[in-house]
Antibody, heavy 120, light 107 residues
């Protein structure tokens, strides 16, 4: 069945970098916009970034703009999030999700997430 | 960025109760607001878009209203499967933003 699986999380020191990956299967990955959404421990949803189905359009939350880069490889059915200059405020579970460019509507495949902990 | 403030952050209610959750935007967003339900360990379930349009398959006990800066989600008669966390989300402009969430718990 269709699903997405995130990987690449871990413990990292402030100021360092990390690259998250999201592997999609069971659906036509190239037809969907893809998002990263994070959830800090005990907190609500925070939208991070979106990339259009073809990779031409990318948008970011103000809190990560200039530090994070979203990308995709449709031939490999992979989504990525390059995270630079990490701060403690970036500590969260990061989920990738399919959807429309503006809404999580229709065939939304939401992963279990990968935990990023930024700590010295 | 447009900020969304949800209230209350949590509430306790009984099966059959009428529940209302509010979402206030920091600037006018017309009717570009959606509501989601999320249960533990799951992705958000899309309920309402354009402030008041019920997504196909969503029970009619859910309804939304509002425009501009003030919005509400109402559950007319709370059912056991409705105990969850609810989020509003604006799609007027990027960056997309969610409200802080409202956890609906069993009284």
């Amino acid at each position: 069945q269709a699903h997405v699986v995130e990987s690449g999380g871990g413990v990292v020191q402030p100021g360092r970098s990390l690259r998250l990956s999201c592997a999609a299967s069971g659906f036509t990955f190239g037809n969907y916009a893809m998002h990263w959404v994070r959830q800090a421990p005990g907190k609500g949803l925070e939208w991070v970034a979106v990339i259009s189905y073809d990779g031409d359009n990318r948008y970011y939350a103000d809190s990560v703009k200039g530090r994070f880069t979203i990308s995709r490889d449709n031939s490999k059915k992979m989504l990525y999030l390059q995270m630079n200059s990490l701060t403690m405020e970036d500590t969260a579970v990061y989920h990738c999700a399919s959807g429309e460019e503006w809404l999580f509507r229709g065939d939304v495949y939401w992963g279990q997430g990968t935990l990023v902990t930024v700590s010295s | 960025a447009i900020q969304l403030t949800q209230s209350p952050s949590s509430l306790s209610a009984s099966v059959g109760d009428r529940v209302t959750i509010t979402c206030r935007a920091s600037q006018g967003i017309s009717r570009a607001l959606a509501w989601y339900q999320q249960k533990p360990g799951k992705g958000p379930n899309f309920l309402i878009y354009d402030a008041s349009t019920l997504e196909s398959g969503v029970p009619s006990r859910f309804s939304g209203s509002g425009s501009g800066t003030d919005f509400t989600l109402t559950i007319s008669s709370l059912q056991p499967e409705d105990f969850a966390t609810y989020y509003c989300q604006q799609f007027k402009s990027y960056p997309l933003t969610f409200g802080g969430g409202t956890k609906v718990e069993i009284k």
